[in-house]
């Protein structure tokens, strides 16, 4: 992870600036100060690290919260949507259906026009010319 690394790194500087310490032959406050900064270095940094990490946590368990209450209330708005409104093909269909029940159980009165003589054609009567196709023109 990146703050191992970043420990790893504070301790190879640390052990640097020890050895050059006692390379040149310092010792004393100045060489405890670089030590005391580097120290502080690298807790300031693992902080700003472990505060961005727990902003991202945040960050993830507000989102995840957020999901599930878009979730409940698409739930809750599917629960109280509206019926769909009357199937007008089925009420058509049962208007026909009445309409015609009605047609073939009508009494007509007055005469059939299916038998009246002056709707009635004579099936031996030619319709154009009003001609007998039996009987002999003379």
Known sequence: MKSEKIESDARKATALAQLSAIERG?????VDQIYSDFTAQELRYQTNVRKNLSFREQAIQD???QARMGMASNIAN???MPRSGPNLLAGALQ???AA???????????PNPR???QN???PYTNAATGASIFRVQG
């Not at 310092?26 to 100045?30: I, K, P, T």
């Not at 029940?101 to 009165?109: I, L, R, S, V």
């Open 63 to 65: 989102n995840l919260n």
């Open 78 to 80: 599917l629960q109280f």
């Open 26 to 30: 310092v010792a004393g406050q100045s």
């Open 115 to 117: 038998t009246t003589p």
């Open 120 to 122: 009635a054609a004579d």
């Open 95 to 97: 208007i026909g259906g």
């Open 100 to 110: 015609f029940n009605a047609y073939q159980n009508a009494a007509f009165f007055g």
